[in-house]
């Protein structure tokens, strides 16, 4: 079992930047791809970026350019720096360890973007 806390979530006005981290519990995180999705109201879970051990990395179209996904795998920790909010950011954000047969998620951290 893997479990991953994620924080940083909040209330940031349209414009903004927030930045989420999530923790993993294992050493062996550092070798498998992490995952940042979010998750609106009455719509699907999506992925926003993903990373892989060595560092190689997919975004989203909607979020190229303004969001950056980042690790350090001695801290086992995966990072989402997110500029210049829109409103359609708003959602719960979730960090997932991806590995070959599941996928581990975390709590998920709340990010509400309003004036």
């Given at each position: ?16 930047s ?14 498998y791809?992490?995952?940042?999705y ?78």
């Open positions: 079992q893997v479990q991953l806390v994620e924080s940083g979530g909040g209330l940031v006005q349209p414009g903004g927030l930045g989420l981290s999530c923790v993993g519990s294992r050493s062996d995180v550092s070798i791809p992490m995952a940042w979010r998750q609106a109201p009455g719509k699907q879970r999506e992925l926003v970026a993903r990373i892989r051990s060595y560092g190689g990395t997919d975004y989203a179209d909607s979020v190229k350019g303004r969001f950056t996904i980042s690790r350090d795998n001695a801290k086992r920790t995966v990072y989402l720096q997110m500029n210049s909010l829109k409103s359609e950011d708003a959602a719960v954000y979730y960090c997932a360890l991806l590995l070959p047969t599941t996928t581990y998620w975390g709590q998920g951290t709340q990010v509400t973007v309003s004036p």
